[in-house]
């Protein structure tokens, strides 16, 4: 079956969070299960610098406001259709963000031609290759099903993913006319959202089927406390909604091949561990101490990874004899503060402010525990990876991160089954205990291995995922 996935980001050519590691692994995936998903990106000059063998298969004098092109060709190992319009994409660094660190202003033009051309692409614009199912992933995509509705024409079947229902892409209803949208669809049953236009609203209206990452964010979504303004619509959706965990690259991710890690290792030769330990600590100049329990951040600075909180707990982390590393970007105010706080416990809290994919894989492959406490989390690829490398998850349980980690509750760990520490509701107070449990399991070296090895057991892989959306794509064309 032939797919067009429609994505704003893809790893390894173009990434700012989870959705492009989404993005790049799926095709890969999907390929074992009998699916030949073509993406169609931006042509950021990151992607079109990439590609290796490209031919033109369409060409349009002006599309809002310029000339464009869609460009096949492989990149990173996948298969691309590239949106060449260099009016809206030829700008280097992130995809969403001018050089000031604002929204680019035209990103409603931007997003909404890639939407576009994805939407004639599900009508048969290329005649060497029509798809048989589109899948747009997030607001950026989310417009496509808009207009395959407004154009009425015959087309293929559309499936929404929500990575995030934070980002939700909301625009003055003024750029109606300019977006090719038609008047009347400025309404309750449109794309109207709170007086401006919604490119996640309507996409969430009008796609055939609606999934998110996690069955437990999809649960979330559909409540006020959870649903951003858009849990009615969702549970109006009904059983259009569903959830379906993403997995990892285990080829990415695999510690017992991982030429990022000074000493490689497997679930039998966890020992081995120690060296990256010892390299992580340097590299944040911890003490190099080799029984504190070590937790590892690896992040966005933000609230909604509930990074506030990991700055409020520190005391009784230090106080439980941890050390803390981390690595992220995000919130200049948030990046400041655990700046400040390695200057003020040195040897004990170490930072690295940017984004360090070798870091990040150090820091797996050696740190004791993986602190995730995010308010919200549609799925948290994080958490995945640890498992993954045997560093012990500390979460909160909410979205995908209550679906991947097995709390060490007195029941589970007498049936040998944790994997992880999860706390609720998400306060300070309960991480505190969670990061002191945690604590208290690292000092008994034999639980703490079990732990380790059930993670390492977890399947984190796409195949099941994989099957999952090939059969979601089966059911919506027959
Ligand atoms: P989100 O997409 O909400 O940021 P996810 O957990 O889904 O969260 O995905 C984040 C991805 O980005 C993971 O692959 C993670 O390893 C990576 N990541 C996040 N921050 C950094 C960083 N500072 N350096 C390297 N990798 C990072
Ligand atoms: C978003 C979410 C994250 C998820 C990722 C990939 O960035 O915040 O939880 O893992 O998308 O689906």
Redesign the pocket.
Known sequence: MEVLSVASEAYPLV?T???A?VAGALPAALRTEGVRLRTLLPGYPAVTASLADGETLWRAADLFGGAATIVAGTAAGLELLVLDAPHLFARSGNPYLGPDGRDWPDNALRFAALARVGAWLAQGLLASWHPACVHAHDWQAALLAAYLHYDGTAHSPCVLTV??LAFQGVFPPSLLPALGLPAASFALIGVEYFGNIGFLKAGLLFADRITTVSPTYAAEIRTPADGMALDGLLRGRGAAVSGILNGIDCEVWNPAGDKLLPARYDETRLAARGANRQALQARFALAADGTAPLFAV???LTL??GMDLVLEALAVLLAEGGQLAV???GDGAMEQAFRDAARRHPGRVGCVI????A??HLMQGGADALLVPSRF??????QL?ALRYGTVPVVARVGGLADTVIDASPVALAAGVATGVQFAPVATEMLEEAIRRAAALHRAPAEWRRMQRNGMATDVSWRDPARRYASLYRELTG
Not at 354 to 357: L, S
Not at 377 to 382: A, D, F, Q
């Open positions: 990434k969070g989870g959705l590691d990575h995030n690896i992040s966005r909604q990874k690595l992220g970007t940017g984004y360090d994919e870091v990040a989390e549609p799925c948290g690829l994080t990876c």
